[in-house]
């Protein structure tokens, strides 16, 4: 049973920073893309970033670029996203994804699992 918990979230200025952790187990961590998406109050869920199995391929949303790094250690089964800059727009549940295989992918229909989500919130 594949398991994601996400970490990490909080309160926090804007223009300050965060970083998710997302722990990851039932499966073999480092065979499989990782994403992190996010949906805000009456907003639908959005692509954020994603990472392919080994980190060497990464994609981002274009409001995150230059602003959020997703990386991976697949020696710990853990997916990061460092977040700085952080916008008011940024408020946001963030959740953690699984990939169905090796490649990165902005599709949340290519990941098969999910976490529980974790809540960042930005304040002026």
């Known amino acids: 049973q594949v398991q994601l918990v996400e970490s990490g979230g909080g309160l926090v200025q804007a223009g300050g920073s965060l970083r998710l952790s997302c722990a990851a187990s039932g499966r073999t961590f480092g065979r499989y893309a990782m994403g992190w998406f996010r949906q805000a109050p009456g907003k639908e869920r959005e692509f954020v970033a994603a990472v392919s199995w080994s980190g060497g391929t990464t994609y981002y949303a274009d409001s995150v670029k230059g602003r959020f790094t997703i990386s991976r250690d697949n020696a710990k089964n853990t997916v990061f996203l460092q977040m700085n800059s952080l916008k008011l727009e940024d408020t946001a549940v963030y959740y953690c994804?699984?990939?169905?295989?090796?490649?990165?992918?902005?599709?949340?229909?290519?990941?098969?699992?999910w976490g529980q989500g974790t809540q960042v919130t930005v304040s002026s």
């Open positions: 994804a699984g990939g169905q295989d090796y490649a990165a992918t902005t599709n949340s229909y290519e990941y098969s699992y």
